[in-house]
């Protein structure tokens, strides 16, 4: 993997939900930043220098639907990885993330036994837009 494959953004309105993935993905080696909503999250991303985006679905003000479709607009974020993370868990939801451009969905509470091994693998393969 590259050093952007390792630079990971996690966009979640929820304090505790952030520190949970930034300890665990920093202790598998990824350089993690966060942003509490879409909007903060635009300028950052625009940096592209993130290989992942974890993102909630339910954001204050610009939602991460939204925020994802957004993204896919922009030839700058063609390789960039986006996995919702949402407690969001109907199947409808799922469809919905993935038609916004979302490469992958998990559920909370995540599973934090597998979801380092599936992104690794995610990031390892890389995005064929």
């Known amino acids: 993997m590259t050093d952007k494959t390792l630079q990971v953004l996690v966009v979640d309105d929820v304090p505790i939900n952030v520190k949970l993935l930034t300890t665990l993905l920093r202790a598998h080696g990824f350089t993690v930043e966060s942003a ?40 700058l974020h063609a390789d960039l990885i986006i996995v919702a993370v949402t407690a969001n868990a109907m199947k409808r939801d799922q469809e919905a993330a993935l038609a916004a451009g979302c490469d ?17 693998s995610m990031l390892a393969r890389g995005r064929t837009p």
């Open 104 to 120: 992958a969905f998990v559920s909370k509470p995540i599973n934090t036994r597998t979801l380092v091994p599936m992104l690794t």
């Open 36 to 75: 509490d909503s879409a909007e903060t999250a635009l300028p950052m991303l625009g940096t592209g220098r993130f290989g992942l985006l974890l993102l909630d679905l339910r954001l204050p003000g610009m939602d991460g639907l939204t925020l994802a479709r957004e993204l896919r607009t922009r030839e």
